[in-house]
Structure formats: structure tokens, C-alpha cells
């Protein structure tokens, strides 16, 4: 980042945070103010790592400010935002907007559908972490609901319902009912066929392309007209497996002459030869398609409000032909647009990053180079972090970018104090080192003096990043153990005194002991990385966090006899 960039994110973030701190009457975050400025300015986005850093000394400034001095600052930088946060209503504290029309509902209740088809990618992790947030601010129900009636085209996996409940809990929230869709066949035929005794289904054997001819000209289906009764002697035919797939479907009668031709006489059910998967549902052979099955479903689990895509918004109109013919009113909708995800090589996909598995191309669903919930929880990112991110895109009808910097500014301002400091040399050059103490004493923590320090021993020798050897004669500071001066390849320890640091003359720098470390590979979104910790890594249990210093955190996933094993979640 040059020195221009540098300073336009400095001036726009000190805008963001005065607004948000104003706004919200609370000091400003680093992470509450990341998803604003780089969606408002995406030039920033290729500087995402560096950002945190360059912004921080901002938002720490305007903490230290009382509200009135930060409404003269924003008046004096901006005076538009003062006028609009003068404007927006006593009431708005939230990143979400009001629920529509809550107040007529005695309960609210939302739910979110996934298709159990694999593990979740980051992408789904908005759904819940939205409806979430919405029922602890109105007190509501979370409603899990797995639309799993369709055995072949998007086949469930039996491990992705429990592992999609996994995320759930990872993102910090709990459903007050789960429901397995292809638990509730029969309550599905059940309303199957008092549709049909209102006039308002009929059994069809068009083949497909055929239909589609008719339909798109206006021109109805010559099973259309048949009696109730008929209809009936079919659909029961149907349930009883006699007709294969293709051969017979069941139509919702709407208006033949519909302006919009998706929604003339849609299918309600069809044949699939298929078994299910799950020993429960594998007999079945009759299955629902997903707007009745949905359609009965909000109902009967009392759904107040629904939140999906801006690209099914022909959903919601085919399900108001089946609610009109059962007199039920329809819950509230919601669309949005599409999240997309900055900082990933693969698509955000379930079946590209399975076949990506299966190729061999990613270890797993938690491979760091995959953009999944399981990766980003092995890297140590929290759940919080990604909620709140999540959050902060609002319900726009409009397709969003996440950049992946807000969720490490999030997580970052979770983890920070709370986590220790530790040494990690990636490709070191050894050095002697000659005259100074026997072991270095940096801290544990640098805001945190009751928490001690570190004894990392020197024996004769250490280990640089290549980057950060001196050139000969030139003195750097080891950090927590002092300066010293390069003669060859050794390192001579020198009298100077921490002033030199301050005044900008010596680079501290990190190091291990050469003898004493511990090999460790460090498990990127970019591949492995291997170098040397110092020996205390192995003192943290797996799971925990760490940070190495002028790296970045990680996770310590496991220790070997050979190396510790670490996953890299972001600077």
C-alpha cells in the first residue's frame, strides 16, 4: 500500500467510525466499520490484510473522544453524514431492518430450509445468522426445516444433516424445532388431495416438452377438465408407485393464461425411481416438488416471515395459487440478492468443492483453500465474527460483496486479547549468536503484563527469516532479548539500549532458538508453509490460538512426533 492509498483509508475510515460511533452511541470497532469501507470503496479490497493495521490507530483516537467531538469532526469532514444521522429515526439501532408488519403476529417465526446435499459453504452461513439474529431481537423462533425431497437431482447426504446442524450451533444459535422433510410425506398427500377436492389439482401424463408447448402458447392441458374423482383414482395410483418417472405428475391449476408462463399449472408432484437415501423415506416414490412442500410447510410450522432470494421470487407467487384454494394468508417475504465472496479460488459451491474432494484437489470440507464453514472454523475463526458480517450486509435486494478482510476484523477484535504471542521463523538462516544472555523473555501478551513471560532459551544459535537477516555490520533488535550487530554469520550482542528502537534506527525482529525449536507447518489458504516455533508451542493444547508475531494468528490443530500442525486464519 502506497502512501496515497494509505491516507485515503485513513480519511475514510475516520469518517466510518465517527458515523458509527455516533450512530450507535458506543466507541467504534475496527471490524464494525470494515464491511462500509471496503464496500463502499472496493479499490481498498487488494489491501485487506493491511488495513487493520493502518486504520487501528484511527479508531482508537476517536475512542478517546466525548460524542460532542465527534460530531464537530464529522461536521467538519462530512457534513452530509451528520444530516443523515439526523434524519434516520430515534429508534434505528440495528444493522437489519424492521421486520414487515411484526407487530400483526403474535409470535415471530422464521425458518431457514437447507438442502442437505453436503456441508455448508460460507454463503449459507447468512440465512441463519440473519434469521438468528432476527428472533433474539423479537424474542421469535428459528425454525430448521431440511427440504430434502428431491433423491436424485440434489441427493441429501445422510452426514449433512448433523453437520449442517454443527453450523448452526458454530454460529452461535440453537433452532427451536428441526423438521426432515421427508419425514411428512403423508402429511403432504394429505393436502394433496383436498386440493384435488377443490377443483384446484389434476393429474397429467404430457410428455414434458410437449406441456411446455401448450403452456407457453396459453393453451391448457387436456387433463385439465377431468372430475375431481379421476384425478383422485390417479394420484392415489401415484402413491402406490404404479407409474414410473415421466409418466404422471400432479398440476396445481392456476391461470392458464398467466402473463407469466412459470406460473401456469406448475407441478406439484412426480415420479422418481430413486430411492431416498434415508431408510425412512426409501420407499417412497411419489415426491412433493419443492414450492407444495414448502408451501404446506411454512403454514403448518406457522412461519411468519420468510427471507430467500431475489431469484425466487416465482416461488412465493406459485405458493399463493395453493394458499388461495386453502383460504391460509401467506407469511411476509423478504428477498435478497446473492452474497459474493472475495479471497477463495473455488466457487462457492456444495457440489464443485465435493468434486473438487473427490478429485483429490482439496483434502476435505475443512481444507483451508475451501470456502466452507469447516475450514474457517479449523482456522480458528469464530462464529461471531461471521454473524456479524453477515449482519452487516442488511437484507438489500441487491447481490453483495463479503470481503473476507471484515470477518478477519471481526474475529480479530474477538481473539486479540485473549490470545497469546508466539515466535514462528519460516525458512530460517541460522546465526551464532556471542555475548548476551542465555535466553530471551518476550511477553505473553503485550497489553497483558500479569500474564508473564515467555523463556525462550538461545543455546549458541538462532534462526532469522531471510527477509530479516542484517546485512553485515547492521544491528537489529531480537525481540524480548535484545540487540545485537551481524559479524559474518554470527550475531554479537551490543550494550545498546531501547532507545535505538525508538528512534527508528533498529528493526525489531522475531527468531527461535536454532537447536532447541520446533519444526511446524502452518496450514494456509495458499498452500503450506513450514518453519520453526519456539519450543513452548507445544505447550498449547489443540484448538487453541495463537498469534506469531508479524505473522498472524492460527489455530494449533494437532501436535506430531515430528511437528506441530497449525492453520493460519488471518493477520
Given at each position: ?279 425412512e423415506a426409501s420407499e417412497y416414490r411419489c415426491w412433493p416438488m419443492l414450492d407444495f412442500q414448502s408451501g ?276
Open positions: 500500500m502506497d502512501d496515497e492509498v494509505r491516507e485515503r483509508v485513513k480519511e475514510e475510515a475516520e469518517k466510518n467510525a465517527l458515523f458509527n460511533a455516533l450512530k450507535h452511541e458506543s466507541d467504534p470497532q475496527v471490524g464494525a466499520i470494515m464491511g462500509p469501507l471496503m464496500g463502499e470503496n472496493p479499490e481498498f479490497r487488494e489491501h485487506g490484510d493491511e488495513i487493520p493495521e493502518v486504520i487501528g490507530p484511527v479508531v482508537g483516537k476517536i475512542g478517546s473522544m466525548s460524542t460532542e467531538e465527534r460530531r464537530a469532526r464529522l461536521e467538519e469532514l462530512d457534513p452530509d453524514l451528520v444530516a443523515e444521522l439526523d434524519a434516520e429515526d430515534e429508534d434505528d439501532e440495528h444493522d437489519l431492518p424492521d421486520l414487515p408488519n411484526a407487530e400483526a403476529y403474535d409470535e415471530i417465526r422464521l425458518r431457514a430450509a437447507p438442502n442437505p446435499n453436503g456441508p455448508w459453504h460460507l454463503g449459507h452461513a447468512r440465512m441463519p445468522s440473519v434469521i438468528g439474529t432476527y428472533k433474539d431481537r423479537y424474542d421469535g423462533a428459528f425454525v430448521v426445516r431440511f427440504d430434502d425431497t428431491d433423491p436424485e437431482t440434489k441427493r441429501p447426504d445422510l452426514d449433512a444433516y448433523d453437520e449442517i446442524l454443527d453450523a448452526i450451533e458454530y454460529l452461535g444459535f440453537e433452532p427451536d424445532e428441526v423438521i426432515r422433510a421427508s419425514d411428512r410425506l403423508e402429511t403432504y398427500y394429505d393436502h394433496a388431495r383436498e386440493l384435488i377436492d377443490r377443483g384446484g389439482a389434476y393429474t397429467c401424463s404430457c410428455p414434458q416438452g410437449e406441456f411446455s408447448d401448450m403452456k407457453n402458447s396459453g393453451e391448457a392441458c387436456p387433463h385439465r377438465d377431468k372430475d375431481p374423482e379421476t384425478t383422485r383414482e390417479e394420484f392415489e395410483a401415484m402413491i402406490d408407485g404404479e407409474y414410473s418417472a415421466g409418466e404422471k405428475v400432479l398440476r396445481v391449476k392456476t391461470d392458464i393464461e398467466h402473463k407469466n408462463p412459470a406460473l401456469r399449472d406448475w407441478v406439484a408432484f412426480r415420479m422418481i425411481d430413486t430411492p431416498h437415501p434415508r431408510e404446506i410447510d411454512d403454514h403448518l410450522t406457522g412461519i411468519s416471515h420468510i427471507i430467500r432470494g431475489i431469484d425466487l421470487q416465482d416461488s412465493a407467487k406459485r405458493q399463493r395459487f395453493v394458499y388461495d384454494y386453502f383460504d391460509w394468508a401467506y407469511p411476509e417475504v423478504i428477498h435478497w440478492g446473492h452474497v459474493q465472496v472475495d479471497a477463495y479460488d473455488v466457487s462457492m459451491s456444495t457440489s464443485t468443492i465435493k468434486e473438487r474432494i473427490e478429485a483429490g484437489e482439496l483434502d476435505g470440507w475443512d481444507d483451508p483453500r475451501a470456502p466452507t464453514l469447516a475450514s474457517l472454523r479449523r482456522r480458528g475463526i469464530r462464529g461471531q465474527a461471521i454473524v456479524d458480517s453477515m449482519v452487516e450486509l442488511g437484507t438489500s435486494t441487491s447481490n453483495v460483496d463479503l470481503a473476507m478482510s471484515s470477518i478477519y476484523a471481526n474475529n480479530r477484535e474477538i481473539i486479540d486479547e485473549d490470545t497469546d504471542r508466539a515466535f514462528l521463523v519460516r525458512e530460517g538462516d541460522r546465526f551464532a549468536v556471542d555475548g548476551g544472555p542465555d535466553a530471551g523473555h518476550p511477553p505473553v501478551h503485550p497489553n497483558h503484563e500479569d500474564r508473564g513471560e515467555r523463556d525462550i532459551p538461545v543455546d549458541e544459535a538462532v534462526l532469522l527469516e531471510p527477509d530479516d537477516a542484517p546485512s553485515e555490520g547492521e544491528r537489529v533488535w531480537l525481540k524480548g532479548y535484545g540487540p545485537v550487530r551481524r559479524a559474518g554469520d554470527t550475531l554479537e550482542f551490543t550494550d545498546d539500549d531501547i532507545d535505538v528502537v525508538r528512534e527508528g534506527d533498529v528493526d525489531v525482529i522475531h527468531w527461535v532458538p536454532a537447536d532447541q525449536s520446533r519444526p511446524l507447518r502452518l496450514r494456509t489458504m495458499d498452500g503450506d508453509v513450514t518453519g520453526h516455533a519456539e519450543p513452548g508451542i507445544t505447550d498449547y493444547d489443540p484448538d487453541a490460538m495463537v498469534q506469531f508475531e508479524r505473522i498472524g494468528f492460527a489455530r494449533i490443530d494437532r501436535h506430531e512426533s515430528d511437528e506441530t500442525v497449525a492453520y493460519y486464519a488471518h493477520q
